[in-house]
């Protein structure tokens, strides 16, 4: 039996799918109405799974008050209201597709001190969720 | 292998409160989760078999039976219920999401009759849930 448990957030941020090494057409082609040069916008919903032993004494595999904070300040203080392409510096040169906001957030939270990173799932939109496991990043 | 999945939902009040912390300790630990008077929730309860079907009937588990374990082994000892005061299995536990998923997992592993036990998911909120499933213990986990 193993355990993991699993905390959910939001973010709203915009992005614009373009890739600078193909051409204009070829982007359009690709990203359809993602390439909008204005960009458009989604409401994020973030979920975060650790897994680890249960504190006998808390009956916790973390806290929340631990697992929040590092959520707020590593992501969501980032990406939440903003242009992912203008103003995470990592989406500068990578498209902000969400396989690789999936990647780039795991990356931000592996670190997480208080229990095992194991699985960043992203839904877009209601209709559309991507995630990304541990063993990716063993 | 297919996997079939059940969900029903209950409510529960708890609390939480290590009698080994200070009051204190608890307050800081636990926060608002450590009024003595407790607080609920709607837990939504997701069970997940997994097996091949019975050529017979065409289903790896009868929901119908399904259903009434779950009523049995879930919903008459923690629906409309104080999870800390009323539920043995959780006597000297801190009822919180993980150790209730685990809870709920022992009791309905040894009751399913046909296929296999595969995840127990346990939200206590939209945007929490414990995940308890078969495979290795969580020891291989870090704690800091």
Redesign the interface.
Known sequence: ?????????DFAASHRLHAPQLSDAENRRIYGKCNNPYGHGHNYALEV???????P?????T???DLDPFVERAVLEGFDQKNLNEEVAEFKTLVPTTENVCREIFRRLQNF????LERVRIEETSKNSFEVGAEEFA | MIRITRKVEFSASHFYNNPNFSPEENRRIFGKCNNPHGHGHNYTLEVTIAGEPDPATGMVLDLKELKDILQREVMDRMDHRHLNYEVPELAGKIPTCENIAAVIWQLLEPKITRGELDRVRLYESPNLFADCTAGSTNGAGKRA
């Open positions: 039996m193993k355990l993991s448990l699993t905390r959910r957030y799974t650790v897994t680890g032993p249960v504190d004494a808390t009956g916790m595999i806290n929340l008050g001190p208080a229990a095992k």
